[in-house]
């Protein structure tokens, strides 16, 4: 299947060293990566990436999610309207049913993107829209036992008065987690799931490796967010769940655990994580 649009015409990194535990991507968007689907998870298995869970933004994107989950058994759904959607004004009643619908299909695992960007939506109504369309997702997530994937930009402290005032569903995963060690430690007390993406690999980001070393390990994953985010040493060039392996190696150097004891939380979390 070929995926439905391109983020960038740039030559593809190089595939990295293979892990000797598979691991999964628990975040992507293979639908805007460009290319084939069925290739870019052969290239990903080649490393060692031998599951991936594919995230929507939109109701098209949704779909897209369901049915890549269906045709492929390393691939596992996410439905949701992404904070910025929902800051325009696309979180209505009916394409929130339509994520609903498709939220109670088996092969859609977790309710996400989801949550709050003050980054890219500015101003009062923009924010209010947001957090109402976070809410509705916290329901449908706990409506259908399901896990929820949280964007979550620059709004650490109202993304976590939402969780606490809605009640977190069971399962609650920070996608591209980008807060620091303290804010780590609120999240694990809560029992929620941390993913790192490439920020982790980048020089500046000593605070986030230092929540990536006190995150404990029954909490950690790790995703890429492809095609966006690339770890280093290829930062600006086109992700892809195959460049995986360079985050998880980041990410035990930044514990100083071995790569393999690490690999081997991230598959068990992310089965957890998903009910995979």
Do not use: W
Request: charged share 20%.
């Amino acid at each position: 299947m070929t995926q439905r649009g391109s983020r960038s015409q740039q030559e593809a990194p190089p595939a990295p060293a293979p892990l000797a535990v598979p691991v999964a991507d628990s975040h992507c968007h293979l639908d805007i990566m460009g290319g084939d689907v069925a290739e870019q998870l052969r290239a990903a298995a080649a490393v060692g990436i031998d599951t991936v869970v594919q995230i929507g933004v939109d109701v098209e994107s949704s779909r897209l999610s369901a049915q890549l989950a269906l045709e492929f058994a390393n691939v596992h759904g996410a439905v949701a309207l992404h904070p910025n959607e929902a800051g325009r004004g696309q979180a209505t009643a009916e394409a929130l049913e339509q994520i609903a619908t498709l939220a109670r299909l088996p092969q859609v695992k977790a309710i996400g993107e989801t949550g709050l960007d003050h980054f890219r939506t500015e101003g009062t109504d923009g924010h209010r829209l947001q957090e109402e369309s976070f809410r509705a997702h916290l329901q449908i997530a706990k409506d259908t036992g399901k896990a929820v994937v949280i964007h979550d930009r620059d709004a650490h402290e109202d993304v976590l008065r939402v969780l606490r005032e809605e009640g977190a569903p069971e399962s609650v995963v920070f996608h591209c987690f980008s807060g620091d060690a303290a804010m780590a430690r609120i999240c694990a007390d809560a029992g929620y799931y941390l993913s790192f993406a490439g920020p982790v690999t980048f020089k500046p980001n000593d605070e986030l490796r230092a929540a990536a070393a006190v995150c404990p390990q029954d909490r950690l994953l790790v995703e890429t967010d492809a095609p966006f985010l690339t770890p280093m040493p290829y930062r600006g060039r086109p992700n892809a769940p195959y460049l995986v392996p360079l985050t998880v190696r980041a990410i035990a150097a930044a514990r100083g655990a071995d790569v393999d004891e690490v690999c081997h939380a991230l598959a068990a979390n992310t089965k957890r994580a998903f009910a995979l």
